[in-house]
């Protein structure tokens, strides 16, 4: 696989993931948690997985 190939596999992965959290967040809103604490997890998770 070429590297244009991958390249444009991973911007359309990174923008559908980009694009899925409000779906994600306005759940969370709801459920009182502020801002801060959602960027906070998300980016936690984010490390523990890579």
């Known amino acids: 696989m070429s590297s244009v190939v991958k390249g444009v ?6 923008a559908v993931s980009y694009g899925t959290n409000p779906l994600f967040s306005l759940p969370l809103y709801d459920e009182g948690l502020s801002t801060d604490s959602i960027l906070f997890y ?9």
């Open 42 to 50: 998300r980016y936690v998770f984010a490390v523990v997985i890579l």
């Open 9 to 14: 596999i991973y911007a359309v992965i990174a």
